[in-house]
Each structure stands twice: as C-alpha cells, then as structure tokens.
C-alpha cells in the first residue's frame, strides 16, 4: 500500500512560485506512474503532470510553467510552480499507479493523497 502526503501549498500573488512535494510511504517501485492533478471549486479534476523515468508529459495550461521532478532517494515528487495565475488556484494532489500512465486518467489513480491548498492572488 502506498501512501502519499503533500505539502508546501500556501498563498502567493500572480507571478510567483512555489514548490509542492509529495513523500510517499515505503517504497515506491520505479515503475509506477506518478503525477499532479488538481480541483477547482466547480471545476472538474485536471491532471497537470506525470513522471515514470524520462517520460513527463504536461497538461497545455501548465506547460512552461510547471515542472514535475521526484527524488528516488527520498521517494518525493516534486511540482515547481513557477509564473503562478489567479487561475491555478486549486487544491493540489498527487497520484500514483503501478500501471497506467496517463494525465486523463491521472486523477482516478487508486493512491492519492490529501492535497494541499494554492491560492494565487491577483
């Protein structure tokens, strides 16, 4: 069973960064497919971004501007946020699976964490 807990969300204003991480539980095969989605109150679930090796594909309104990372070591998974929008406003979580590896299938992965709160301000 994997357990994955995010952190590093908070508030910034338009045009600022931030880093989110997700540690996961025990250790996570590298063969997993492991990802950012995220929900905005009456929005539907988007996947941003997923990682397995050197495969990292991005949802068309993050690209650019986001970039997944993981540290293996230390079983993180990084999100950088850079030239935040009022729009990315949302609750961050992070997901993954021992087989699919898919940005529309990325918010139905069977472990997710919690999720953490980005508020970006205008």
Avoid: H
């Avoid at 508030?11 to 539980?25: E, F, K, T």
Wanted: with cysteine.
């Amino acid at each position: 069973q994997v357990q994955l807990v995010e952190s590093g969300g908070g508030s910034v204003q338009a045009g600022g960064s931030l880093r989110l991480s997700c540690a996961a539980s025990g250790n996570v095969p590298r063969y997993y497919c492991m990802g950012w989605f995220r929900q905005a109150p009456g929005k539907e679930r988007e996947g941003l971004a997923l990682i397995r090796g050197s495969y990292t594909p991005y949802a068309d309104s993050v690209k650019g501007r986001f970039t997944i990372s993981q540290d293996n070591a230390k079983n993180v998974l990084y999100l950088q946020m850079n030239s935040l929008k009022p729009e990315d406003t949302a609750m961050y979580y992070c997901a993954a699976d021992p087989g699919r590896c898919s940005l529309t299938g990325l918010p139905d992965y069977p472990f997710r964490g919690q999720g953490t709160q980005v508020t970006v301000s205008s």
